[in-house]
Each structure stands twice: as structure tokens, then as C-alpha cells.
Nanobody
Framework: QVQLVESWGGLVQPGGSLRLSCAAS????????MGWYRQGPGKQRELVAA???????NYADSVKGRFTISRDNAKNTVYLQMNSLKPEDTAVYYC???????????????WGQGTQVTVSS
């Protein structure tokens, strides 16, 4: 099994910054994609950003230029640096990992427990 532990989110003023982290542990053979999704009040869960093993990144249009995703493969950790935060960024942020627990197994998706980020003055 793979466990994902996210850092605490919190309350941030508009225009502020926050960095989220998510560490994967357990029976990990390899990790391909790491990323973040979010779900705002009354909204569907949406992809925020993702990064693959080759460090190629993908961002939602709404966060491009403001958020940066990165990963530390040695620590199996993914980070999301969020700058110029807006009230519409308020959501529960979920860490996501697609990986394998054995060399012969198929990749599976694993999710963190979610962390609340609130942007408000």
C-alpha cells in the first residue's frame, strides 16, 4: 500500500502565498505522476497541476503563472507553491500519485486525505 501525507493548508489573505507538500510512503516501486487536485465549494474536483517522472508539468489555466509544482524523487514528495492567491483558489486540495508497488504490477492511483486552503481577508 501507498500512503500520502499532506501538509496543512490554512488561511491566507488574497495576494498571499502558501506551499503545500505531500509525501508518499509505503510499498513504492515507482512513481510516475504526482499532482494536485482541488474541490471548491459546490464545484467538481479539478486538476490543479501535475508533474511526471520526466518533470514535465501540466497546469490548469486558472493557475498558470501563479502556481508551481515540483517534486523530490529521493523523498517521494511533491510540492505546490501557490503565489498571488485569489479567493477563488479556496478549496480542499488533494494530493495525487500514480505509481506501482511492484515491477510487474499495474500503476494505481493514490489520494491524500485533503487539506483546506482558504483565501480570504
Amino acid at each position: 500500500q501507498v500512503q500520502l501525507v499532506e501538509s496543512w493548508g490554512g488561511l491566507v489573505q488574497p495576494g498571499g502565498s502558501l506551499r503545500l507538500s505531500c509525501a508518499a510512503s509505503g510499498s513504492i516501486f515507482s512513481i510516475n505522476v504526482m499532482g494536485w487536485y482541488r474541490q471548491g465549494p459546490g464545484k467538481q474536483r479539478e486538476l490543479v497541476a501535475a508533474i511526471n517522472s520526466g518533470r514535465s508539468t501540466n497546469y490548469a489555466d486558472s493557475v498558470k503563472g501563479r502556481f508551481t509544482i515540483s517534486r523530490d524523487n529521493a523523498k517521494n514528495t511533491v510540492y505546490l507553491q501557490m503565489n498571488s492567491l485569489k479567493p477563488e483558489d479556496t478549496a480542499v486540495y488533494y494530493c495525487y500519485v500514480r505509481g506501482k508497488t511492484t515491477s510487474w504490477g499495474s500503476p494505481r492511483d493514490y489520494w491524500g486525505q485533503g487539506t483546506q486552503v482558504t483565501v480570504s481577508s
